[in-house]
Structure formats: structure tokens, C-alpha cells
């Protein structure tokens, strides 16, 4: 929550607003950006920095009223707090001494240029301002811009104040009298694209900074993709600034009204504003022993042939066509007590398990799973978070079929596997429905601080390793909710939040702490960390940055990544009627890949009202990468899988929103490098869909923010970031696990690397 100092009225729809950001403020730099959400339900939206104060700790932003979210803000009142004010993001502005430059700055865009300007004269050149305006009460921060500029022209559209005439018209008539080096423009995007096209007539390199669509503003979600000299860009991470004689204005202007109607029929909600601004001991060492007395009792109460022969549990499931338009409803819906006996049975408690070897995590199954059989279900749930932060999540979403099923004895004998992943969860839901929660035992406080960066699996598996360990922990979370891709990735059909948000809690009961909207290599750095006592650092920042495929009229509107698609209906529940943020309800939807993260989008695009939901995969189903029930799942829901089909092209309407997608048959090959047979056109055999939404889920690529903000950290293929089997960097005291490692990796792999890592530090600052 971040309070407002001052607020002063600029005209009718324009407010300056003095903000309490005191991190924020010191990191600051010409040219950066802040993520700002007003309410529980509110819109992320960016804003430029105007103005930032390090001694006050204090940022200026400067908004106006366009929509409900600016509007929200805008309604705030001295003394208010503000949800969330993220940042700074962004690259800062490139400052040299460039000779004579113009600025032109066009309505609120004069903001973001006042600190570009007294940066440009800071460094020694001739500023030439021009400031422009529909009208005279348009024109702001003109005394502070005189402050810094050798001369500053106004235009006004109406003539009201300064020179009748719109911006390119003050600028061209310095180019005409005297020699300009560099040029900045910042306004309306119509504004930048005008400017551009003069200067580019006059050969004048010119930077604009450019205020798109955003969901996260971490290079997550990708919403903010422009296209700058034929290459698809990310505003948030590359830029915001950029060469504007290579941006493709059009195609941004587009994709600026992506939203447009959705936004226009929010602005009712203005009209009714909403309200928003257990330890049990722990058991013996000899208990847990295989050879322990009461295990040895229930390995004689049945033969193992008995055991065997008991069929596998089945999973009740909501009916298919009723989960398929509930949203938050889990389809999955557990064991019973009688069940989880029935199947905890099936397990030999083997002398050589070996389910635990391919356990990522290191879970002792055979115990958990005894103490079930016998009915002690609470004790089998303090066995699994011994070694697991997360056993209810675990239990859900976790590939066990690949990992500790895929080792089960079961399956040598022509046997199904025993249902570990089932009873897993089992424990950890009548643990949570009991009301007796336990904490694992925590050793003495050692007084040592770590820092982690990331609260997604990999993050918060060591944070509660090293609580338990004594440790100080502190986890950083760039987002406003604590879960990373728990929360924003993975559906409520899936993953309900209420499960993720207990496993959270109990983190926290630990004494685990946890900062939300603080990113780590824009508002505080590794270093900072560093000198603020932390004598470690866990990077578990993720893979957030998404991928694409570079075919024509890919950045066509209503054509999305994963991420920008589930980040907008899981983390901010876009598809409410109350929430702030706007999502495409697509009626003919296609999605791009075979993964996981594809199920979860073309399910919930069919949760959200679409009549046809496509999978479209350049490979055959056999080779997909998705769990099988997840493809089981989809099918009964209605999903279509239309295979050894790859996307070439997308063809959009005359407001750029894409109406078509045109694929390319494809037959399989010779197997690649990961084993899987190489998908290969079929010449001239295409198939064209008409569809309304598209969403791209192709893998994602390393987060470059932290990365890129530490001076001499080896980095790995494609940005990831190179660590050794202890999961430890070339910097001693930076270690680091997940898919910032892996470029993309499951739940439990993560949680593996949180646990590698956490064993490795705790012996490098033990000595």
C-alpha cells in the first residue's frame, strides 16, 4: 500500500499525484515506469515517472482520466493509499551529449519528458522543448520545464496559449532554423507516429517512449508486444524508449484498442463505486525406519499377493459437461477416507523404494503412505511436508505418472502403479479440513538472513527448507499475490487459490516474511540486498518472458500468449463482472501448442463461453508433452485436437483483430534432439480456420530483469542462469533453482532445485 502525499488538479482530467515509494524513489532513473492497481480487483496499468524524490522517498505520477482504472486512481484523496505501485521497470533512458535535441512532449506525455530533459541538460546539450496541448489548461509542467530547457515553444490546438498549431508544427520549425541532433517524442501514440515520420524526412534520429498494454509489466505475460524494425518486441523489458523511425505505429495503434469496448462498457462500475480500498511433536528418529515396529505390523497384516490384486483407485471427477462452464470448481475431487485406505493398502512398502528415487523432492512415500494405511492421517501429512512445502499443490499438478509412480514396483508385476500422487493429496486436504494444521519443527534461530527472489514453487520450497533450518527468510515477489505461476499460470479447475494461499500460510507460520510488489533488479538490486545483510541469495525468478513464433500478423489483436491470457483470468479473475481487467471472450478459439500450460488455456477458453476450443500441435497426440490427464480431461470437456498442424499465418480484419488462422499439415519425421519425431510440412497442404481469439503457448524463455542486473553472473543458453549441482552461480553467495535455471521445468523440479539449493547454502554458511 503506498500513500498519497499531494494531490493537485492539472485540468479537468489530468491529476498529479505525489506518492510514498521510498525504494522506488533511490532506484529511479529518466525514462522508468511503475505498475499501478487500485483496489483487490483492480487493473495493473503502467505509468511513467515524472518526478522522483530519494530524500522525501517519494515518485510524482502524472494520469489522466481515459478509462476506469485511470479513472479509479484519479478518484483517490490525499491521504489514500494506492493497492499497488510496482517498479521501477523498464530500461532507463540512453543519455549522452547528443548536441542540440528537441523534445516534444504531447499532453500527459509531458510528464514522463520533464525528467529526460533535466537529464539531456544535466549532460551538457542544447534542449529545445516543445510542449502541446488541445488547449491552454492541456499544457502542464510547463514552469518545470523551463527550469531545464534553453528554450521551450507551446502549441495549442485551438491557440489558446502559446502558438496555434500542433506539435509537429513547433518542431519542424526549429529543424528549419537551426541543425537538431537528436529528437524525443512522448505523447499520444498518433502524436510519436507524426513526429516520426517528419524527423525521419529530416534524418534526425528520434526516441519515443511508448505506454501500451500491460498485465504484469515484467516481460511475463507479453501483452505489451510492438513490432520495432521487423522484430517483435517486449515494452516492458526492452524498452520503454525505442528508435521511432522503426516502431510500426500502425500495428500499435491497433493493438491500443485491443480493449476498447470492453473498457467503455466497465465505466458503469463508476456509478457504483466498491467498498475495496498448530504443532503437534514431532515423531522419533526411530519411527520413521522402515524397521520401525508398527510398519513391520502392517507388512505381516497382508500378503503381498493380496496387496497387489487390489484394483487402483479411481479419481471421481466432475461430470464433464457441468465443469466445463465452472471456472472455479475443481475437477478432481479427492479420495474419500475409505478410498485412500483401500489404496494406501496397495503399497508393498518396499525395502529398495524406488518411487523415492524418482521423487524429485526427496518425499519418504512409503512412510506417508503407511501411516495412511493405518489410519493416521495427520501424521502422514507431517511426513510429507518433512520434505515438502507444498504437498496439497504437489498433489494436484505434479507429472507423478513420469516421476515417482513411473519407479512403483506395481508396474513391473503388469500392475497399475500405486496412486501416490492421489494419496499425496489426500493427506494434505484432511490435514487443511481438519483444522490441525502442523508446523514442521524449526531449529534455533541462527540469526542469518537469506533472501529469496521468486515465491513460485522453486521459491518457496527453499524458503521453507531454510526457516526450518533457523534461517531468516524473506522472500521478494514482483506481483501483488504470493504463488508466482501457482496463482497466475494454473487454473482454479486445477489448483484451487484457497490451497495455494494455506500452503502460503503455513510458510508464514514458519516465519517465513514476504514482500509483495518489490523487483528484485529494478527496486532493489542483489547488491542492495547484500548490503542490507543478506548473506544469501535464492533466484527463483522464473521463465516469464513468452515465446512466439515470428509468422505473419502474429501481434494481430485478440492474439495472446499464455501467460497475458491466464495471468488476466487467474491472477486478476478478468472474466468477473467486478474485476477491473478486460479478457477476449473468444467464440472460436485456438491454441498453439501441447504442453500443459496449452490444456490449461484452451480449457479455460472453454470455460469461458467459446463454442469451438482447438488445440492445434505441430506433432501427433502421442507426442505431446501435456500430462495424459489433462488431455483426458480436455476431451471430455469438448476440445478439439487438431494435430500435425502448425500455424503460418494469421489474417486480421480491418481493425487488426484476427479472423483467421491459415496452418500448415505437417507429417513426423526423424527424431530430434529431445527424442520426439521432427515435425515436417507437407508441401502445399494448408487449412485455413476462421477464429476470433488466438493464444500462443510455444515454451517460455528465462526472465532477463535479475539476470541482467547483476555485473559478472554467468549465464547459461538462452539466458538462463549457469549454476553447478549445488544449484550455486559464479557469484559464492547467489544460488538459484526453477526455470530461471531449466528455461521451463514442472512444479516438483523447481521445488527439487529449492531443496538442492537450500542443503548447499545452509553448509556454505555453516562453513
Known sequence: ?????????????????????????????AGHFVIVRVGEKGERMPLTIAEADPVAG??????QEVGLSSTRLCELQEGDYITDVVGPLGQATHIERFGTVVCAGGGVGVAPMLPIVQALKAAGNRVITVLAGRTKELIILEKEMRASSDEVIIMTDDGSYGQKGLVTQGVEQVILRERVDKCFAIGPAIMMKFVCLLTKKYDIPTDVSLNTIMVDGTGMCGACRITVGGKTKFVCVDGPEFDGHQVDFDEMLKRMGAFKPYEQEEMHKLEHPDTCQATGESLQEEDKTRNAPWRVELRKAMKPKERTAIPRVKMPELDPEYRSHSRREEVNLGLNEEQALTEAKRCLDCANPGCMTGCPVGIDIPRFIKHIEKGEFLEAAKTLKETSALPAVCGRVCPQEKQCESQCIHLKMNEPAVAIGYLERFAADYERDSGQISVPEIKEKNGIKVAVVGSGPAGLSFAGDMAKKGYDVTVFEALHEIGGVLKYGIPEFRLPNKIVDVEIDNLAKMGVQFEKDCIIGKTLSIAELKEAGFRGVFVASGAGLPNFMNIPGENSINILSSNEYLTRVNLMDAASEDSDTPVPFGKRVVVIGGGNTAMDSVRTAKRLGAERAIIVYRRSEAEMPARI????HAKEEGVEFLTLHNPIEYLADEQGRVKQVVLQKMELGEPDASGRRSPVPIPGATETLDIDLAIVSVGVSPNPIVPHS???LELGRKGTIAVNDDMQSSIPFIFAGGDIVRGGATVILAMGDGRRAAAAMDKQLRG
Open 710 to 712: 547483476v555485473e559478472g
Open 58 to 63: 517519494t515518485i510524482t505520477l502524472v494520469v
Open 1 to 29: 500500500m503506498n500513500k498519497i502525499l499531494h494531490k493537485e488538479h492539472f485540468s479537468e482530467k489530468v491529476f498529479k499525484l505525489v506518492v510514498e515509494a521510498p525504494l522506488i524513489a533511490r532506484s529511479r532513473k
Open 629 to 632: 490427464e489433462e488431455v483426458k
